[in-house]
């Protein structure tokens, strides 16, 4: 399966996607028309990591990935074919538990990784996916955005490999990821 990421698209003139121009990850530029495109992502010929696909991760329909952004700030979602990157607070702090009163801890964020097996509906957890980070509970809604869509990005690039069972565990992303914190620069080390 050839792994590649959308560099750019061509429109029709009734405003439709006509070809997508792809970069595979040896930096290969390819344009393919949008219908040879479905028919590749049909036969698993190729993943294209920044399009999105339906429930049962066949059939292209869009051209984004979907961030949900709750009320409380702490529940943003990343979907992509078949997985899923969450923020949740469950209360620790830099050393364990948070502790509110003393003024050098802070509530901090820990991501979980869910995917879709092959076959199956609902979502699993990743083993080794779960992550407490140096992210704060208070961070902007639009920090949290943009650090999830990073970690997203690790995973999804290295996911049909892993679902595939031609990959290596995903567990060393976490563990590097889980040094991300605000302001976070990508190509910075952790």
Do not use: Q
């Not at 990591?49 to 429930?55: D, H």
């Not at 952004?69 to 992509?80: A, N, Q, T």
């Not at 080794?128 to 639009?142: E, I, L, M, N, Q």
């Amino acid at each position: 399966m050839v792994i590649a990421k959308c560099k750019a698209r061509e429109f029709d003139k009734s405003g439709k996607v006509a070809n997508y121009i792809l970069v595979d990850k040896k930096g290969k530029t390819t344009k393919m028309s949008a219908t040879k495109l479905k028919e590749h992502i049909l036969d698993e010929k190729i993943y294209v990591v920044n399009l999105t696909y339906t429930e049962d991760g066949r059939l292209l329909v869009r051209e984004k990935d979907d961030t949900i952004i709750s009320e409380g700030g702490c529940s943003i979602r990343s979907r992509s074919k078949r997985l899923r990157v969450d923020w949740v607070s469950l209360g620790e702090g830099y050393n364990g538990d948070y502790d509110p009163n003393d003024p050098e801890d802070a509530s901090l964020l820990r991501f979980d990784v869910y995917f879709t097996p092959w076959g199956t509906d609902g979502w699993t957890e990743l083993d080794g996916g779960c992550y407490c980070t140096r992210v704060t509970v208070d961070a902007s809604p639009k920090e949290k955005a943009r650090l999830l869509k990073i970690i997203f990005d690790a995973y999804a690039c290295r996911m049909p490999a892993y679902l595939a069972g031609g990959g290596n565990g995903l567990k060393h992303i976490g563990e590097s990821l889980s040094g991300i914190y605000e302001g976070y620069k990508e190509g910075t080390n952790l």
